[in-house]
C-alpha cells in the first residue's frame, strides 16, 4: 500500500499522536452496547514470502487462503476493487474458510473510480449477486469513492449510500482533502452518516495525517493502519491505538475492525501480532496471536 508514503529519513519528525476524540464521537459510543467483538487482520492471503514465516514450509499457494483462516478472523479483501468476483469465486474462497471468518471486499473500480458512484445499477447488482454468496462470511464492505472525487460530489456519495441495501453494513473511506478541511470531517456528510447507520473508515498513513479524523458515525471503529516496514514509530503508533481503543471500548463500542497494511506487505503479521498481545495486556481481550514460524526480533 503506497498510500500515505514518506521517505523514511522523514518518520522520525513526524507527529503521530492521535487526534483528540471529537464530541460527537462520544455520543455515538454511548449508544453503542459495548462487549467489543475484534476483527484483526491483513489485506492479502497470498504471499508467497510467508511461506516459512507466517506459513509452514512446503506451503503450497493454492492453500494459503486456508492457513491464512486458521490464523486470522478476517481479510480486508482488495482483490475485489481490481476485478469483481463471480459467485463461483466467491463459493471457492468460502469453502476454505470456518465459521466466522469474514471477508471484508472493497467496491469494484468500475463502480467507485470508472463510474465514479453514477448510474452503477449494473455493476452494483452483479457484485453484490457475487458476495451475497459469502453468506455469515460476509463482512462490511468498504467504499473508497475516487480521491479526486470531494464534497462539491457530495450528491454523488449520499445518493450512492442512500440507495445502497440497508441489510448491508458498509464503512466509507475518503481520500480528497477537503473532506477533513472542516471541522476534521465534511460536517454535511457526517450527518448523513450518522442517520444512515453507515461508517467511517480512520486510515492512519504517515503523509496524510488529516485522515485520522477520529469521527465514528456508528459505534464501530474501521481502522486501515499503514506501517512502515517495521519501523520504530510503527509499534509507538499502536501503543497509542490500543490506549485509545481501550477508551472506546469502556464508552460503548461495539466492533473494532483494524487492518494492518505495511508498504511492504511482508511485516504485516509482526505488527498484527504486537497489536494484539498488547490489546490483551491493556484493555482485558483474550485474542489469539497469530502463531509466526520463527520468532524473530521485532525491532
Not at 66 to 79: H, P, R, V
Not at 128 to 147: C, K, Q, S, T
Not at 173 to 183: A, G, K, N, S, V
Not at 263 to 285: A, D, F, M, R, V
Request: aromatic letters at 14%; hydrophobic letters at 35%.
Amino acid at each position: 500500500m503506497e498510500f500515505g508514503k514518506i521517505p523514511d529519513s522523514e518518520l522520525d519528525h513526524i507527529d503521530f499522536t492521535l487526534p483528540p476524540d471529537p464530541a460527537v464521537t462520544t455520543e455515538v459510543l454511548k449508544k453503542g452496547k459495548g462487549k467489543t467483538k475484534f476483527y484483526i487482520g491483513c489485506a492479502k492471503w497470498g504471499r508467497k514470502d510467508w511461506v516459512g514465516k507466517l506459513y509452514p514450509i512446503g506451503s503450497k499457494e493454492k492453500d494459503f487462503l486456508e492457513l491464512y483462516a486458521k490464523l486470522f478472523n478476517c481479510i480486508e479483501f482488495n482483490a475485489t476493487f481490481y476485478k469483481s468476483p463471480s459467485p463461483a469465486d466467491v463459493l471457492r474462497w468460502k469453502s476454505k474458510v470456518p465459521k466466522g471468518f469474514k471477508f471484508f471486499p472493497k467496491f469494484p473500480q468500475t463502480i467507485t473510480h470508472l463510474r465514479r458512484l453514477k448510474n452503477t445499477g449494473v455493476e452494483l447488482d452483479a457484485f453484490l449477486e457475487a458476495v451475497a454468496e459469502f453468506g455469515d462470511n460476509l463482512g462490511p464492505i468498504f467504499l473508497m469513492p475516487h480521491p479526486q472525487l470531494g464534497p462539491k460530489q457530495i450528491e454523488s456519495v449520499e445518493n450512492f449510500i442512500t440507495d445502497f441495501p440497508k441489510d448491508v453494513d458498509l464503512f466509507l473511506e475518503l481520500r480528497h482533502p477537503d473532506w477533513y478541511i472542516t471541522d476534521g470531517y465534511n460536517p454535511e456528510l457526517y450527518q448523513f452518516l450518522r442517520k444512515q447507520k453507515r461508517g467511517t473508515i480512520i486510515t492512519d498513513a504517515a503523509g496524510r495525517r488529516d485522515c485520522v479524523h477520529m469521527h465514528l458515525s456508528t459505534p464501530d471503529c474501521f481502522i486501515r493502519f499503514v506501517g512502515n516496514s517495521l519501523h520504530k514509530t510503527d509499534y509507538e503508533r499502536i501503543d497509542d491505538w490500543v490506549q485509545r481503543i481501550k477508551k472506546w471500548m469502556a464508552e460503548g463500542l461495539e466492533h473494532c475492525y483494524f487492518f494492518m497494511h505495511q508498504h511492504e506487505e511482508l511485516h504485516s503479521p509482526e505488527l498484527i501480532k504486537y497489536l494484539i498481545e498488547q490489546l490483551n495486556k491493556h484493555c482485558g481481550t483474550k485474542l489469539d496471536p497469530p502463531k509466526m514460524q520463527y520468532e524473530g526480533n521485532l525491532f
